[in-house]
């Protein structure tokens, strides 16, 4: 281990101590973590605490600074995408020195992540460029300042309606030209070959994903959110076929896991089901306080999770203008993002969610700063009331200072949820 | 009965089609010399001009000449004939609702055939685009109008029987279908008065559109057929039915996308549960585009027989994928 001299001192920098904190919660304070779990204990373990590189195959690594810059793209020439979204509180303290005091957690610590350039956690190397779409104003205004910190910039222009046809046409040629200059930047063509092979390799991570996510509807639970929450964290940066791979022993394990009627949280625990700004490790905070306080996350609908993976592409004729044609739909027709002018979508995701993971409640978590979700949270409110189902709304940021104040009002919400279900009972009987 | 249903909606469903398709054509165009005969009131394009061969005749046939009778009959006897006529059609029709084009229908089959040659030649496909689209979706029903209103017209002696048959004068199954049992005769413009003369000279004219515009752009012609705008206004009662059910729906747009037709309203509505529209063929691709489980099912009198799954999705896109040995 002696190529790495700054092993020793990286693991007590405050980034990895913060690292250190929430990963020994995510494991030591729960039992019965899956086997196939260590996998990404280890990983987040290496990378953030130890500080290694992230092991990838050659190739030009390209940040991503959202969900709508499309990854099979990247990797039909021969790149890997590395999405930049962070959630260290260090990082956010850095990125508050090029931001507004209050701005969104995420997009600061994105930025300060970049402003450590290759020691930046987790460290992947060399970023050839980044592809910012342009989704809500933070991040917009981001791609400038990432650009002043000597990183090449390319804007995605994303479409802030999406329902309507120019609106369709205007993104599918954003998303032609993205094929242009990924191919000007890597010097290599998008084929149907290899835009076959880049689609086929991320739908068998997207059907691994949807096998843990259909897991989730099971009660008794098989699996903590918090764990769910990690691997879809891990998505940002890990090797594809190796995170694939991973996953799916996991779903194996729980299959097996449900032959043995097991049962991953309390008996009674309510289920969760958590909607909001993304969690993203190490700001896995507000997922463990719910599991801490024994309810069970089944569910999400989160940009770092169920928004990233859950939806499939389809083609019906298999050449390269079709294909990018379709891939820029699927970026943009199912996304539930509240940059958009409407969120009927994202209600009615919800609705669903709710429905078929039998949520007992909803978690809506806004980071400071965040205008879009803070506004949305009224009618995302009245749509859930009106079907009957709680919620919590939670504006929060990074710092860790308001986890005992949070740990109070969530253990609050859990309670009210077992008394309604307690009533209910009665009520039946 | 669980078991062969999830068979069925693993189907591949574009090879299934092909080949129920290859046996309609065949069945419809050469069954005429086996002594097949379904009759004169078929809800599809087989065409009556093709003499020799047809096993059937297309309902809009028989319809305009019925209707060209002069009115004195046409009122009185004669519309015994034109009832039966209808529900002998009506009957025929409620079985696979506007699966008769995207299944049976020769013409449809035809369209098919062209993009499949285009596809193999590696040429792109051409939309119409969503405000084309709109513009055109009136056409059809116009053409219908029409086609009732004319003959309508000559049997109550307003017009002269050279404009009889007026649609299928015009129809491009007239001048096509024929020639498939080496019957060039259609393929003429009858100038014996400027009637017949304007009525087989279009007609020559929509052929050669057929041919290159289908060529171009998926079911180039259903979208003016006046077959499918009657199938429309009759569908009420069909048994064959597509269902969405808009809950589980998250406006992929992937059935949007993969539809011949353009129809945007399957992915877009979400309120409808009947979700076959005016334009709609029941080609049933949009369900196997669908990776949300239940979104979308076809049901025949009331039974589901085929619905989006995950497991039938993933494995039509793997399918559906170039084979040219690049699997991951």
């Not at chain 1, 204990?41 to 810059?69: N, S």
């Amino acid at each position: 281990m002696a190529a790495n001299p700054d092993t020793p001192l990286f693991n007590r920098t405050r980034q990895a101590r913060e690292a250190e904190v929430m990963l020994n919660k995510l494991i030591d304070e729960f039992d019965d973590n899956p086997a196939s779990m260590h996998y990404f204990y280890d990983l987040f373990r290496r990378l953030f605490i130890q500080g290694e590189k992230v092991a990838h195959p050659p190739g030009a690594q390209i940040g991503i600074t959202c969900i709508q810059a499309p990854e099979e793209l990247i990797r039909a020439v021969g790149a890997i995408p590395i999405r930049l979204c962070n959630g260290a509180y260090h990082y956010d303290q850095i990125g508050a020195d090029l931001m507004p005091a209050k701005s969104c957690s995420l997009v600061k610590a994105t930025l300060g992540r970049l402003h450590d350039h290759e020691q930046g956690v987790p460290r992947v190397g060399k970023l050839e460029a980044i592809i910012n779409p342009s989704t809500c104003d933070q991040k917009k205004k981001a791609g400038v300042m990432m650009e002043e910190l000597g990183y090449q910039v390319h804007d995605l222009e994303f479409p802030n309606v999406k329902e309507s046809e120019p609106a369709r046409i205007y993104w599918q040629r954003t998303v032609r030209e993205l094929a242009v200059t990924l191919q000007r930047l890597t010097g290599r063509r998008v084929t149907r070959k290899n835009l076959n092979t880049a689609m086929a390799r991320t739908r068998r991570a997207q059907m691994a994903f949807r096998a843990l996510h259909n897991l989730r509807r099971k009660a008794p639970s098989l699996i903590l959110g918090k764990d769910v929450f990690l691997i879809t964290n891990a998505y940002f940066f890990d090797d594809l076929e190796r995170w694939t791979s991973a996953v799916e022993a996991l779903v194996a394990e729980l299959k097996q896991r449900q032959q043995n009627g097991f049962n991953a949280a309390q008996k009674k625990a309510p289920r969760i089901l958590f909607t909001g700004s993304p969690p993203v490790f190490p700001n896995l905070k507000l997922p463990l306080l719910i599991e801490e306080a024994g309810g069970v996350v089944v569910a999400d609908e989160t940009c770092s999770a169920n928004r990233m993976l859950y939806d499939l592409p389809a083609v019906d004729e298999w050449r390269v203008n079709h294909m990018i044609d379709a891939l820029a739909d699927h970026y943009l027709k199912p996304c539930t993002c509240p940059i958009f002018t409407r969120n009927d979508d994202r209600r009615r995701r919800l609705l669903d969610l709710a429905r078929d993971f039998a949520a007992d409640g909803v978690v809506y978590q806004a980071f400071s700063g965040c205008q879009v979700y803070e506004m949305e949270q009224r009618s995302v409110a009245r749509t859930l009331q009106e079907a009957g189902i709680p919620m919590l709304y939670v504006e929060t940021d990074y710092s860790p200072d308001d986890m005992g104040q949070l740990s109070t009002r969530i253990e609050a919400f859990l309670e009210s949820i077992k008394t309604r279900k307690r009533q209910a009972r009665t009520q039946r009987a | 009965m669980i078991r062969s249903a999830r068979w069925v909606d693993r189907i591949d469903l574009q090879r299934f089609r092909f080949w129920v398709q290859l046996t309609a054509f065949v069945l419809l165009v050469y069954g005429g010399y086996l002594a097949l005969d379904l009759g004169s009131q078929l809800p599809i394009f087989s065409c009556g001009y093709n003499r020799e061969g047809r096993a059937g005749v297309c309902y809009l046939l028989p319809l305009q000449h019925q209707l060209a009778r002069p009115w004195t009959q046409l009122f009185s006897f004669a519309g015994i004939g034109l009832l039966t006529g209808f529900a002998t059609f009506l009957l025929w029709f409620i079985v696979l609702n506007k699966g008769w084009c995207g299944f049976i229908c020769p013409l449809g089959t035809l369209q098919d055939w062209l993009t499949a040659i285009r596809k193999r030649l590696g040429i792109r496909y051409s939309l119409y685009g969503e405000r084309t689209f709109n513009r055109l979706s009136w056409v059809k029903f116009v053409l219908l109008a029409l086609l009732l209103l004319i003959p309508l017209g000559i049997g109550g002696g307003f017009w002269s029987h050279d404009w009889g048959a007026p649609f299928c004068q015009i129809c491009p199954g007239r001048v096509i279908l024929p020639l498939f049992t080496g019957d060039p005769e259609q393929l003429t413009v009858d100038f014996s008065s400027v009637g017949t003369t304007l009525l087989t000279g279009g007609g020559m004219f929509i052929a050669g559109l057929f041919i290159a515009g289908s060529f171009f752009k998926k079911r180039f012609f259903c979208f003016f057929c006046p077959m499918s705008a009657l199938h429309y206004l009759i569908a009420k009662p069909a048994l064959l039915k597509l269902k969405k059910e808009g809950a589980k729906c998250t406006k992929c747009g992937n059935c949007f996308n993969v539809c011949d037709m353009e129809i945007r309203a399957i992915a877009d509505d979400i309120e409808r549960t009947e979700i076959m529209t005016d334009d709609c063929t029941l080609c049933l691709k949009c369900v196997a585009a669908c990776p949300e489980p239940g979104a979308l099912k076809v049901e025949f009198a009331r039974i589901n027989i085929f619905e989006a799954t995950e497991d039938g999705f993933l494995k039509r896109m793997n399918q559906g994928a170039p084979r040219d040995g690049s699997k991951p």
